[in-house]
């Protein structure tokens, strides 16, 4: 069958009425009337007949095409979690009883996540893989914990994929990861490159790029270059499939896709049944068994795909490179569907990053046990969630109906946590000294000038870098106030905002540029509600041309409280309702949009936008560990394809004078072309989750119009503290140890943020990893308010580079552009 099978195949895919072609149709003629008397005798004079073509081998020069069995297996999807594993159990199981027949057979399979169901779930089938892997025959694969989407996940949360990732691999099998494998993911962050390399991973594999609705990347073998400018080879298997059938059709569209044959003849094929598992079946290794050198296709050897790059990597002066993100024209919906769990992902990053420095303080002041396990085990289960079809919403509604509760259960207890730490370091900080002691607490890397109302009274507090003060509660007249607000108005001392009829901005008045922000005759904050009869995945490219309405104002009212002037809207569409307070800070050039969301609709998308009075051909967006400049244009398919486009925190237009930022705290996608900034808030999708985004949703958006650019207007800074609020305590009054002010430390440079502080893994010392946010080069000062007796610079797996010098409790670090900068402090 299979004979007959593998040079059929290959004569429908060929040149008719060539020598070739010609050869096979005779001898599969000649085959199919001996079999007509189907018997062993007629079978093995019809194989004999077939042995001929079979034999012949390649005469001339060819591709050399390295082919790996593989399984995809989406961690939840069209299923839940609990079936994956057994989906895990099953695809592993069969591969294993392969390599019992095959002694050529090699399986490559990725996601150390999937690893540990397996050794927690089948123990005994688990120590057969460890043997195989011990054999050769098995290829532990990955990089990172699942194989993760990269849009979404914050920069710690990437370092934390790669760092219990590879982790576990060398822990469990001696095996040290240096390949990437991510096929199925939808668009690749210009921060992966850098995070890679720290990680010790030089190579990555992808296949989804080939899904691009709109253009066809140039290369499939190329160098990809990150925002600091650190490169990783890249090959993307021409085949453009993780599901190949290893037949001759699948050699020849390999051959024929693959742009980068004139420069190397090494290519990739990963074959087998994925998605949901199963992997490869006989039917592939028969044909693989006859294609092996067969005339007409490229050549096949079974490799590892660690292997294939250390092949592929001898011609890698040749290769072209690639600058920036690899942005996927395709499944931009997944930047929004399914808000709550891109609201929870949100929250338990930054509340990770509260517990672990709380804890690390909470260890060297009181007697704070790390909770080094408990964290790793929340951490990784997040992790999870960040898996592809996962945190993009593109699951079906009974992942997120176990993974919501998860999430919520996660993030409680960490912020629990994080008050024991504090409770035992508010018992060490002296606030003898007031009557009605408030500790408020910082943990940015920055001095912070905020309003907080404490006891009822409006204060102004300073509150040092990553440190804490307390104060006492003092009245403040009103009278002393800027903040004011009317039935159409709400200014501060620095910008004046002005409604409509309708409730939408007519106008936002900077007093100090004497400029307004928005577009003269043209309405901000326009919530608009769109057509979207897409998926999960993807909504109408053109559905700016198909508007359903907008959220009706029903109510307003307003309110000057103190240092914050206050319109407060009451809106009304279908069956949905929306409340938003508009919100300007004495002293504050950012406007908040605290929103609550009741939404109901089918088939329909909420977005907000902003049309400002600026004139630029390029946007910023933020991205992990730096930002990413993009055009705002649509001259070309590659420019037009990016209608919805990935950002963290923040998005800015700047001219060299004047700037508008479009700021949030737990949303995504976003549309910014010509001078609209525009933010993607809610949809709600028919499939696979029938009843997706239909529930009430809280989120904040902030405009912030600044003077110069991004840089100047201070935006990266602005947008962490939309994200990461101070927090204030009512404790009572002691004697400590500690200062009633007091920093753990700063650092000399605006442009360098300290994005965590942590115990290090093995427990020796603290791990604070830095980046540089602007794109710029300098060398950075930390003064700590500890004492420190030695610092070490690491990679991001905590290994060390090289020792740093210590003075005075201060260490001096360089950075590159956007560099990563991680040390061990002790």
Not at 16 to 24: A, L, T
Not at 325 to 343: A, D
Request: negative net charge.
């Amino acid at each position: 069958y299979y004979d007959y099978e593998v040079l059929f195949d290959l004569c429908k895919h060929i040149e008719s009425g060539s020598e070739r072609f010609n050869d096979i149709i005779k001898a599969l003629e000649e085959a199919s009337q001996l079999l007509e008397s189907f018997n062993n005798e007629s079978v093995l004079k019809a194989r004999k007949i077939l042995s001929v073509e079979l034999g012949k081998k390649n005469t001339e020069e060819t591709l050399d095409v390295s082919v790996t069995g593989h399984a995809h297996i989406d961690l939840a999807w069209l299923w839940p979690i609990r079936e994956t594993i057994r989906k895990g159990a099953r695809t592993f199981s069969h591969a294993l009883q392969l390599m019992d027949e095959y002694d050529e057979y090699i399986f490559s399979a990725s996601q150390p996540q999937l690893y540990q169901w397996m050794k927690d779930k089948y123990p005994e089938l688990y120590d057969r893989v460890k043997v195989a892997i011990q054999n050769n025959r098995w290829e532990p694969l990955g990089g990172m914990w699942v194989e993760s989407d990269t849009n979404i996940p914050n920069g710690e949360s990437l370092v934390r994929q790669f760092l219990y990732g590879k982790a576990f691999f060398k822990k469990e099998f001696e095996h040290e990861l240096k390949n990437l494998f991510l096929p199925d993911v939808f668009g690749y962050s210009g921060a992966i490159p850098q995070i890679m390399k720290k990680s010790g991973v030089d190579y990555f594999t992808t296949i989804k790029l080939s899904w691009d609705k709109f253009v066809k990347y140039p290369h499939e073998t190329f160098f990809w270059q990150g925002i600091d400018g650190t490169e990783v080879l890249v090959h993307m298997p021409p085949e453009g499939t993780y599901n190949g059938p290893a037949a001759p059709r699948a050699l020849l569209r390999l051959e024929e896709n693959y742009q980068d044959k004139d420069v190397t003849n090494q290519a990739l094929m990963i074959y087998g049944v994925g998605d949901g598992g199963g992997g490869p079946s006989r039917d592939h290794l028969e044909r693989l068994r006859r294609t092996k050198d067969l005339d007409g296709v490229s050549k096949v050897k079974h490799a590892f795909i660690s292997d294939f790059f250390e092949t592929l990597e001898k011609d890698s002066d040749k290769f072209h490179t690639w600058v920036g993100e690899l942005y996927l024209g395709h499944h931009q919906g997944t930047l929004t569907t399914q808000g709550k769990s891109k609201w929870y992902n949100r929250k338990c990053e930054f509340a990770f990053r509260d517990l672990e420095y709380s804890a690390v303080l909470g260890g060297i002041y009181s007697d704070v046990d790390y909770p080094g396990q408990e964290l790793e085990d929340m951490w990784k289960e997040v992790l999870l969630y960040q898996f592809h079809d996962i945190i993009p919403g593109s699951s079906i509604k009974r992942v997120y109906d176990e993974s919501l509760p998860r999430y919520e259960s996660i993030f409680n207890r960490t912020i629990e946590l994080t008050q024991s730490a504090w409770d035992s370091l508010i018992a060490t900080i002296d606030s003898s000294g007031f009557n009605n002691p408030t500790i408020i607490r910082n943990s940015l890397s920055w001095e912070r000038e905020e309003w907080l109302k404490l006891n009822d009274e409006w204060q102004k507090v300073t509150v040092p870098s990553m440190g804490h003060t307390v104060v006492e509660s003092q009245s403040n007249e009103s009278s002393n106030f800027h903040a004011k607000a009317t039935e159409s108005t709400i200014e501060n001392d620095l910008l004046k905002v002005t409604f409509n009829r309708e409730g939408f901005l007519e106008s936002i008045f900077d007093k100090g540029q004497n400029r307004d922000v928005l577009v003269e005759n043209q309405i901000g904050n326009n919530l608009t509600v769109y057509e979207d009869d897409g998926d999960a995945w993807d909504f109408p490219v053109d559905y700016r041309n198909n508007i359903a309405g907008h959220f009706e104002l029903k109510n307003a009212t307003f309110i000057a409280d103190g240092p914050k002037a206050i319109m407060r809207h009451e809106r009304k569409f279908g069956s949905s309702t929306l409340t938003q307070e508009i919100i300007l800070t004495e002293g504050s050039r950012r406007l908040d949009f605290v929103t609550h969301v009741d939404w109901k609709e089918d088939d329909k998308m909420l977005r907000t936008s902003f049309p400002v009075d600026i004139h630029a051909m390029e946007y910023t967006s933020e991205i992990q560990f730096g930002h990413v400049k993009r055009p705002n244009h649509s001259n070309t398919q590659w420019e037009f394809r990016q209608f919805e486009n990935a950002a963290h925190k923040w998005v800015d237009l700047s001219q060299p004078d004047y700037g508008v930022a479009l700021m949030n705290d737990c949303k995504y996608g976003h549309y910014v072309k010509g001078n609209v900034l525009d933010i993607n808030l809610l949809r709600s999708p028919n499939w696979p989750d029938p009843i997706a985004d239909r529930a009430e949703h809280d989120f904040t958006y902030s405009l912030f119009p600044h003077s110069g650019n991004l840089v100047q207007g201070n935006v990266v800074k602005n947008a962490y503290e939309l994200n990461i609020p101070l927090d204030a305590q009512s404790i009572e009054h002691h004697k400590g140890n500690l200062p009633s002010n007091w920093s753990f430390m700063s650092v000399d440079c605006n442009n360098i943020v300290v994005s965590t502080v942590k115990k290090a893994e093995d427990g020796n010392g603290m791990i604070i990893r830095l980046y540089e946010a602007f794109g710029q080069k300098n060398q950075a000062a930390l003064s700590f308010g500890i004492d420190i007796s030695k610092a070490v610079l690491t990679n991001l797996m905590e290994e060390e580079i090289e020792e740093l010098v210590v003075e005075s409790n201060l260490v001096t670090i360089p950075f590159k552009p956007f560099e990563i900068q991680t040390i061990r402090i002790m």
